[in-house]
């Protein structure tokens, strides 16, 4: 039977990491996270408390992630990237850090870095072309490739990607054009937090 083991974790407490998975030397796993299957966490990755990481996760060096991250399975975090807190990235989405690689030239001094903001969604097999950030509370969908910085709470659907609508920080879709009028108002119907449109997006009213 399969087993998970306790490691020590940065700043105290303990993390889980399950047998088949490898946690180098140099890397920092913060309390309570989770390491699943057939994982590798590289040395000088920082993950932090309570993140999940799904099966056949790699993390690269440099890699940072907030808390309560959570990686579905096949997710491959490159160097370059950085996760704030509570954002979700769904099965087998992509990250890039090179935008022009060639197997015979190395690009390895020229690695963009990708924000995900606080609270972002990616959806299942997105992809995220490097050097573009995800807002906060932002919403990926499904299968998206995108090849723009994402606002905050903004979704964006297609290849490329387009914001298509708006969504509230409880994840549901807020009653706003994909390009409302500045001063235009909205409340989520699931938990009533207020929304106002301005010349650069989409805030909370409150």
Same mark, same amino acid.
């Given at each position: 039977?399969?087993?998970?083991?306790?490691?020590?974790?940065?700043?105290?407490?303990?993390?889980?990491?399950?047998?088949?998975?490898?946690?180098?030397?140099?890397?920092?796993?913060?309390?309570?996270?989770?390491?699943? @299957?057939?994982?590798?966490?590289?040395?000088?990755?920082?993950?932090?408390?309570?993140?999940?990481?799904?099966?056949?996760?790699?993390?690269?060096?440099?890699?940072?992630?907030?808390?309560?991250?959570?990686?579905?399975?096949?997710?491959?975090?490159?160097?370059?990237?950085?996760?704030?807190?509570?954002?979700?990235?769904?099965?087998?989405?992509?990250?890039?850090?090179?935008?022009?690689?060639?197997? @015979?030239?190395?690009?390895?001094?020229?690695?963009?870095?990708?924000?995900?903001?606080?609270?972002?969604?990616?959806?299942?097999?997105?992809?995220?072309?490097?050097?573009?950030?995800?807002?906060?509370?932002?919403?990926?969908?499904?299968?998206?490739?995108?090849?723009?910085?994402?606002?905050?709470?903004?979704?964006?659907?297609?290849?490329?990607?387009?914001?298509?609508?708006?969504?509230?920080?409880?994840?549901?879709?807020?009653?706003?054009?994909?390009?409302?009028?500045?001063?235009?108002?909205?409340?989520?119907?699931?938990?009533?937090?207020?929304?106002?449109?301005?010349?650069?997006?989409?805030?909370?009213?409150?």
């Amino acid at each position: 039977m399969s087993e998970m083991r306790e490691v020590a974790a940065a700043g105290g407490g303990s993390a889980l990491v399950h047998e088949s998975s490898y946690v180098d030397d140099g890397a920092s796993l913060g309390r309570d996270t989770r390491v699943w @299957h057939f994982c590798h966490v590289m040395a000088g990755a920082v993950i932090g408390e309570a993140c999940s990481l799904g099966q056949n996760v790699v993390v690269m060096p440099k890699v940072t992630l907030g808390r309560n991250v959570k990686v579905q399975n096949n997710v491959s975090l490159y160097e370059g990237v950085r996760c704030e807190d509570d954002v979700f990235l769904g099965p087998s989405m992509v990250f890039t850090n090179v935008l022009n690689p060639r197997s @015979h030239v190395s690009r390895k001094h020229e690695y963009r870095e990708t924000l995900v903001k606080r609270g972002a969604s990616i959806g299942a097999n997105a992809t995220i072309v490097c050097g573009h950030d995800v807002g906060a509370y932002a919403f990926v969908g499904a299968g998206a490739v995108v090849t723009r910085s994402v606002p905050d709470y903004a979704l964006v659907t297609g290849v490329p990607a387009r914001v298509v609508g708006w969504m509230c920080e409880c994840g549901e879709r807020l009653d706003l054009p994909a390009r409302p009028a500045s001063g235009e108002r909205a409340a989520c119907a699931a938990c009533g937090t207020r929304y106002v449109a301005g010349a650069e997006g989409v805030r909370r009213a409150d």
